[in-house]
């Protein structure tokens, strides 16, 4: 296992352009994208959210790298509960990291800029922790509920009929290429939608 102070080029953990993780902050946890770009990790994170609040406070994040679609589904839609959190003094930070996740990077967070909408940050690793896991291939059904997810965010706010379609799309591609895990996550995500606007899909 790979932990503390020894890190590694980001280039060997992240890929250029958008990295799908989930980020948590103070007992808050959310998938964001993390942006490899020019040798350096950013996110841009909407104003409102907890997330934005806490990296304003605090200054840190912890970025973990799970393949667990269940996750991504339940910290888009509910908060975990405190005890799906372990606490963790590591240098000047006090943290709070997922439980269930053994890949996390836990990483300084410096405003860069903001809109009224949005901030950008800069991230810096600072402590990394990393299991020795074999390579992952692509996986259809995976990639399909994070797609499907990031929709349904979309359209909980705007209820856009063409969002919609588009969550059935990944939802049938899902139910055809994912495990159970997978299919499992697929009707979470439907009971949430269904839960912030009732009918929009049959389970």
């Not at 009707?187 to 899909?201: H, I, M, Q």
Request: glycine residues 6%; proline residues 4%; aromatic residues 8%.
């Amino acid at each position: 296992m790979a932990v503390g102070s020894r890190l590694y080029p980001i280039d060997n953990i992240f890929i250029e352009g958008i990295n799908e993780v989930i980020v948590s902050t103070c007992y808050n946890a959310a998938p964001m994208g993390i942006i490899l770009k020019n040798n350096s990790l950013s996110m841009i994170v909407f104003r409102t959210s907890h997330t934005a609040e806490n990296i304003i406070r605090d200054g840190w994040i912890v970025a973990h790298i799970t393949h667990d679609p269940v996750l991504f589904v339940r910290t888009t839609f509910e908060d975990l509960s405190s005890e799906s959190y372990v606490e963790e003094k590591i240098g000047e930070y006090h943290i709070q990291r997922l439980r269930s996740v053994q890949n996390w990077i836990l990483c300084k967070a410096q405003i860069l800029n903001k809109t009224s909408e949005k901030i950008f940050v800069g991230l810096e690793p600072v402590h990394i922790a990393l299991t020795p896991e074999p390579p992952h291939p692509v996986h259809r059904g995976f990639n399909n509920v994070i797609e499907a997810t990031v929709h349904a965010t979309r359209y909980i706010l705007y209820q856009d009929t063409k969002l919609a379609e588009l969550i059935r799309h990944h939802g049938d591609l899902v139910m055809r290429c994912g495990g159970e895990s997978e299919k499992r996550a697929m009707k979470l995500l439907y009971t949430f939608v269904n839960s912030k606007n009732p009918g929009t899909f049959f389970e």
